[in-house]
């Protein structure tokens, strides 16, 4: 037991610019009052989230939305507020020119100019410090013969190749699939396969990254992960849930059964811990719910799946699985699912000097009250911001 909470309280997980910023669906965005009107604020929030948690130190930036003068200063910022940058998303699909794509665009100067952003990416990285790249494409087609499938194979080839040439020691690119939307015929990286396939081309610093939102419905992701790590090519999650599509609501909302099995697979295969190279992103919007909450109840929900992996009795399941117990094995795994992991967490979270209520102790806070108070005025952030 002194394993299990050891390894809880080294857990990281990494928190979104972008869920602290307003967003909706394509019907409304909905303003929330004392949201960050610029990625300084953005930090401070997710600061919370890590002073409330312990295990929230880093924070995803995404490319323009966090566009800043100087990015050593805001890295600077990060660190005096007790976080630092983690990876940087590229947004190659907000802009006018990407109507047809962006890298596996028709046009060359549409894919000179995407690539230009996916560089510029990595320069940030230097700026920032951050190791991690994060690619996710839009591009696809709408209709059958409206592009040619295997060019825009070879134009993604292309520029992936370019990008990882560009990587400094130490860096690395994350490859995300998604399955549909918003092309609705072909998708350009449709699956894991595919992602799989273009980053064990290029090599090491190529790897998959599992947006838990982006499969279709009753795929076994937990599959995927197994089959990744085995391979070497796990980067990390976006985690978040599926109800019907891409929705990214809160992580475990949806099925806290299926991010414990997920979690399973990471232990099981070597991803958990400092040195496995598999970062645990939540890619999440809070559309009706307080933001800062809404991301302390998501990590604290990959926690408690986490720590519920971790009591799995592997002993006991390596020997129900070698005689053939059908039911056994399976009881070994529904018995650390069906543990209640919350009172265990709280007393890490005590070890850690940390309140054992962290949703309680920022709604104690003040914190709140206090942005609600300061934020007046000037552009809340957003989608496009
Ligand atoms: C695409 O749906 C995605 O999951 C990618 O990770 C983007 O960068 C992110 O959403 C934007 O919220
Ligand atoms: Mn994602």
Known sequence: MSDIRAALRRQSIETPSWAYGNSGTRFKVFAQEGVPRDPYEKLADAAQVHAFTGIAPRVSLHIPWDRVDDYGDLARHAADLGVRIGAINSNVFQDDDYRLGSVTNPDQAVRRKALDHLLECVDIMDLTGSDTLKLWFSDGTNYPGQDDIRARQDRLAEALSAV?????????????????????????????????AHCLRLGPKAQVVVDTGHHAPGTNIEFIVAFLLREGKLGGFDFNSRFYADDDLMVGAADPFQLFRIMYEVVRGGGYGPDSGVAFMLDQCHNIEPKIPGQIRSV???????????????????????????????????????????????????EQGLDPDPMAAYARSGYFEKIRAERVGGRQAGWDA
């Open 300 to 350: 604290m929900n990959v926690q408690e799946a986490t720590a519920k992996a971790l009591l799995v009795d592997g002993g006991a399941l390596a020997a129900a699985q070698a005689a053939g117990d059908v039911l056994g094995a399976n009881a070994v795994l529904m018995d650390a699912y069906n543990t209640d992991v919350r009172p265990l967490l709280a007393e890490v979270r005590e």
């Open 164 to 196: 990882y040439d560009s990587l400094g020691e130490g860096q690395r690119f994350l490859l995300e699939y998604k399955f549909f939307e918003p092309a609705f015929y072909v998708t350009d990286v449709p699956d894991w396969g595919t992602a799989y």
